[in-house]
């Protein structure tokens, strides 16, 4: 992988609407919060998509490594059970 | 003069205005010195040219010779175009650019502010659009005035050279003439007079935190409200226009 040298790696989320959760968006360089923020405003909301934008800087996330997929996500793979789908549906209710 | 006549040249000024720096912006387009700031560029020259449109729509539609925004963009010439000065001037390093959109955006938010005010409807509308869009582009390059002025010795040095190289174009900003006079006794323009102090010290103010120092004032260059220009108008028309004069009512 080369190495990034346009300043800081900062992960952009958007909020479409008040309410609604904020969804990552992707991600910009920036070398403070203010340039974060704009940076991120230019390049995701020019389409009218956001009512609100979070910036954080990337290097705080806390990722699972991809070696642990196994133990970490193969487990809920056979517990059907677990899913809500065993219910009868009480007759008139629309939405469970 | 009447008042139409006049209101048609100050639309076609303001509109001038926008038009010139939004192509100066556009030039930058996949040269910003990072994807990020490209964008921001180009946003703020897209901004401008939205701007430019509803003017000179409206410096059409008063004229009254059925002429559209694009006749009035593309067919007039470099001495019947009335952008101050500083618009046109090159963008050359991205401490120009700055420091160019620095001096415009301040005077374009305070001229704006009070242009809300006009007894012209038209105007006052345009105006309350464009003052939000301004209002970004002055923190956009307030903010990298500070950045660049107290940065590195490299980057110090470039902005303060921009801001020197600058300064004599901004004298222009303040200039009433006999259309300003006229237009401001019928409540329709604005008195740029009025907004002058209140530049000076916004300008002083940002460039002291960014380490800058402020010029001298000096010798200001002046003549676009005469059409008068400086050689870089001539560069900039003979791009933007050319398609229009090599191949008149093109379509496709």
């Known amino acids: ?96 | 003069m009447t008042t139409q006549e006049a209101t048609y040249k100050y639309a076609l000024r303001l509109g001038d205005d926008s038009l010139i720096l939004g192509h100066r912006l556009s030039e930058l387009c996949s040269r910003g010195p990072i994807l990020e700031e490209d964008l921001a560029l180009t946003n703020i020259a897209l901004d401008m040219i939205g701007r430019t449109q509803a003017l000179l729509k409206y410096a059409a539609s008063i004229e009254g010779k059925e002429q559209t925004e694009d006749d009035l963009a593309y067919r007039r010439s470099e001495n019947h175009y009335y952008n101050h000065l500083i618009m046109e001037q090159p963008n050359e390093d991205f401490a120009h650019t700055i420091a160019r959109q620095l001096f415009v955006s301040v005077f374009e938010y305070l001229f704006y502010t009070e242009l809300e005010k006009s007894k012209d409807e038209t105007l006052a509308a345009i105006s309350s659009k464009a003052i939000k869009e301004i209002k970004y582009h002055m923190q956009h390059s307030v903010d990298w005035t500070l950045r660049l002025g107290d940065g590195t010795a490299e980057s110090h040095k470039r902005m303060q050279k921009a801001v020197n190289d600058l300064w004599m174009f901004t004298g222009e900003f303040f200039e009433m003439d006999d259309l300003d006079t006229f237009l401001l006794h019928h409540h329709i323009a604005v008195d740029v007079t009025s907004i002058k102090n209140e530049w000076q010290s916004y300008i002083s103010t940002t460039l002291c935190l960014a380490t800058l120092l402020v010029p001298a004032d000096s010798y200001m260059q002046t003549g676009s409200k005469k059409g008068i220009h400086t050689e870089n108008l001539g560069h900039i028309l003979s791009e933007m226009q050319y398609l229009q004069r090599a191949y008149p009512d093109a379509k496709w």
């Open chain 1, 1 to 96: 992988m080369t190495t990034d040298t346009q300043l800081d790696l900062w992960e952009v989320f958007i909020q479409s609407k008040s309410g609604l959760p904020y969804i990552h968006a992707g991600s910009i360089h920036a070398s403070d919060n203010k340039m974060a923020l704009q940076n991120a405003r230019d390049i995701y909301t020019r389409r009218g998509e956001g009512t609100s934008i979070w910036v954080m800087p990337s290097k705080y996330i806390v990722a699972s490594n991809p070696d642990d997929n196994d133990m970490l996500f193969d487990p809920a793979n056979d517990k059907i059970y677990r899913h809500p789908t065993f219910y009868v549906m009480p007759e008139g209710a629309k939405n469970i």
